[in-house]
Structures are given as C-alpha cells and as structure tokens.
T-cell receptor, first 113, second 114 residues
C-alpha cells in the first residue's frame, strides 16, 4: 500500500490542454514537494508547500496543499511538449524520522505537439 | 555551481561481484540520501546521513548493502555480493541545513547485474 497515492498514473494530452495531477494520503504531512523527472536524469524539485490550504504558482503550474495537509494537486495550464515527464509528489510524514521523504509512484505525462 | 555528482553513470556487472557507487553532494549541504528507483517499486529511500552520521537505514534491503560517508563531500553505497534483483537506478541526493525536504538529486547510476 502506497502512503502517497498519485492519480492518474498515465496522462497523454495534446499541446494547449489543461491537466490536473492528484496526490492523496490518509496521513498528515508536515510538508509536501513536487518533483519532475526526465528520462535518464534525477528528479528536480519544483515546489514545496508547508501550510494547509497553501497555493503556489510557478508560471503555468499551480500547486495546492489541502487544508488538512493530507493531499495536494498540481495543475498545468496550456500544457506544452516541454512539460512531458514523470511528476512525483513526496512528503515528510508527521512522526517519522527527520529527513525521511516518502514518494508517490508518479504520474507519467506526455504532451503531444 | 556543481550539482550532486555520481559515478559511475552506468555499471554492468555479473552476479556475485562487488559494486561500489559513489556520490559527491553539493558543497555546504549536510544531509545526504541514497535512493533506488525501479518500475515496480518506484523511488525508495535506502539510507540517509546527517552531518556524516547515518540516521535511518531502515530502507536498506539486506546485509549485502552498506553505505558510508567518511567526510562531508563523499559517500559510497556498496553491494556485495550483487544479485540480478539489485538492477535499478540508484540516486544520491543532498539537502541543505534544516530544509531536508528540499532534496537535490544527482543524475543516478544505472546498475545492471547479469
């Protein structure tokens, strides 16, 4: 059983479309991160959210942390082929040892020109 | 600034051989993490260090795996003896100070054990 459940697992869309990726858990997290990984490379940190209800924007990407700090979403507006990649959410669960991040299984996004 | 450096980038070895993966964290970062990524299990934390001291090694699969961090700028992950099921991409990551959750990953080492 995954501590962080991401949905959907796969997403294939056309350039210009909007999309939302979800990251859900039954546990409360002290903070939650979103990473993007391209083939042959390591994950790259996109954003960290720490406050329940927090919304952060990074150009066309909007990240939201749930009020109860158990879930998060990533919304991409007007997707571009350069957005293609594996999107991972990760969280630091309350009560776990300092420094321990748990990753979701990821969402593979493909944006077709 | 240089990011996290890992070597080798690719390693192909035969079952039973010893494998050593190396990592140089970002200068000034005092936490270092070793992860393994496979299609089946995703990204799993193996072990992490804070100020060169191992803090949590509960993710290390078995005694065949060991990790060391002799100083702030170098760490190794050793597998002895290696098995085909160890085939995966191994990532090293580092993080600064108290913001341990902001992790910077290296490019990974793709390990194939035949």
């Amino acid at each position: 059983t995954q501590l962080l459940e991401q949905s959907p697992q796969f997403l294939s869309i056309q350039e210009g479309e909007n999309l939302t990726v979800y990251c859900n858990s039954s546990s409360v997290f002290s903070s939650l991160q979103w990473y993007r990984q391209e083939p042959g490379e390591g994950p790259v940190l996109l954003v960290t959210v720490v406050t329940g209800g927090e919304v952060k924007k990074l150009k066309r990407l909007t990240f939201q942390f749930g009020d109860a700090r158990k879930d998060s979403s990533l919304h991409i507006t007007a997707a571009q082929p350069g957005d293609t990649g594996l999107y991972l959410c990760a969280g630091s669960k309350r009560g776990t040892s300092y420094g321990k991040l748990t990753f979701g299984q990821g969402t593979i996004l493909t944006v077709h020109p | 600034d240089a990011g996290v450096i890992q070597s080798p980038r690719h390693e192909v070895t035969e079952m039973g051989q010893e494998v050593t993966l190396r990592c140089k964290p970002i200068s000034g970062h005092n936490s270092l993490f070793w992860y393994r990524q496979t299609m089946m299990r995703g990204l799993e934390l193996l072990i992490y260090f804070n100020n060169n001291v191992p803090i949590d090694d509960s993710g290390m699969p078995e005694d065949r795996f060991s990790a060391k961090m002799p100083n702030a700028s170098f760490s190794t992950l050793k597998i002895q003896p290696s098995e085909p099921r160890d085939s995966a991409v191994y990532f090293c990551a580092s993080s600064p100070g108290r913001r341990f959750y902001e992790q910077y990953f290296g490019p990974g080492t793709r390990l194939t054990v035949t």
